[in-house]
Nanobody
Framework: QVQMVESGGGLVQPGGSLRLSCAASGSIFSINAMGWYRQAPGKQRELVAA???????NYADSVKGRFTISRANAKNTVYLQMNSLKPEDTAVYYCKADGVRVGIYLDDYWGQGTQVTVSS
């Protein structure tokens, strides 16, 4: 099966930076898109950023110019560099892999989530 392991969350002051990583492991042949979502208390989960296998990216308006998504295809790993963090960025961040090919199967997978807290 496929496992998604996230790392890099934590507590940071406003204006600070964090880098999240998410590695997919297993008998993976290919992954279509990878992305980061977040969910704040009392709110719905929302897309933060996504990147295709070809490198095309998509960002939520609220993070454009501050966050950068990147991907290491050979490692099945996606990163999220978060700069100029604001208190409203506080949430649990989840990575997602879309269109994961394992043998004849194609499925989507979620990470377990990592807490990001922006506070002074």
């Amino acid at each position: 099966q496929v496992q998604m392991v996230e790392s890099g969350g934590g507590l940071v002051q406003p204006g600070g930076s964090l880098r999240l990583s998410c590695a997919a492991s297993g008998s993976i042949f290919s992954i279509n898109a990878m992305g980061w979502y977040r969910q704040a208390p009392g709110k719905q989960r929302e897309l933060v950023a996504a990147i295709t296998s070809g490198g095309s990216t998509n960002y939520a308006d609220s993070v454009k110019g501050r966050f950068t998504i990147s991907r290491a295809n050979a490692k099945n790993t996606v990163y999220l560099q978060m700069n100029s963090l604001k208190p409203e960025d506080t949430a649990v961040y989840y990575c997602k892999a879309d269109g994961v090919r394992v043998g004849i199967y194609l499925d989507d997978y979620w990470g377990q989530g990592t807490q990001v807290t922006v506070s002074s």
